[in-house]
């Protein structure tokens, strides 16, 4: 169980100022993140990732200013699968970004940072686990995360395997970059 992990307490007005930085933006850009081609590699990892925890939802994602954007997914169907992503207000990866560490979420409806989220009351979320992803450069430009429709305990060894997915999404993200400057 993780019950040690810190829950963030974060000003909105700091969550707004470090999703509106523009270099961590220039970097979103760059990695062509927002590109609407699948990805088979990370769609793939993101199912691998919710499989290994046997959880229903695995997001390899982008945060902009305004949304987060799901660069690949396994799990999501209906108007979020359609729209790929969920206005940032809805985006419990937002935290994850701006803190730059781990967050641990066991029973969303207990949870001080997800309990009020719309997704939580209406699309069910009970659990999750997001790492972020962070750039060669230092700049974190989204998550991968898992989350589960049950409350469910993360171990420290779980949070080391989502560090590890983390790592190999970064590194097929980060080949993007060379491959278009080639």
Not at 125 to 133: A, F, H, N, Q, T
Request: proline share 5%.
């Amino acid at each position: 169980m993780t019950e040690g992990w810190p829950v963030p307490v974060i000003p909105d007005e700091r969550v707004s100022a470090v999703l509106r930085d523009a270099r961590r933006l220039r970097e979103v850009a760059e990695l062509d993140l927002c590109s609407p081609a699948v990805d088979r590699v990370l769609a793939d990892l993101a199912a691998e990732a919710a499989a290994r925890f046997a959880l229903s939802v695995g997001v390899v994602s982008a945060l902009l200013a305004d949304r987060q954007y799901f660069v690949a997914m396994h799990g999501i169907g209906g108007d979020i699968e359609a729209a790929r992503g969920v206005p940032i207000a809805q985006a419990i990866c937002r935290f994850v970004v701006c803190t730059r560490q781990p967050l641990v979420i066991e029973d969303a409806m207990a949870s001080p940072l997800a309990k009020g989220n719309a997704l939580v009351r209406a699309d069910g979320i009970r659990s999750y686990l997001g790492v972020p992803l962070v750039t060669a450069r230092g700049e974190a430009v989204g998550s991968f995360c898992v989350i589960g429709a049950e409350p469910r305990e993360f171990s420290g060894a779980d949070v080391s395997s989502m560090c590890e997915y983390a790592g190999r999404a970064m590194g097929r993200i980060e080949s993007r970059r060379t491959r278009r400057a080639a």
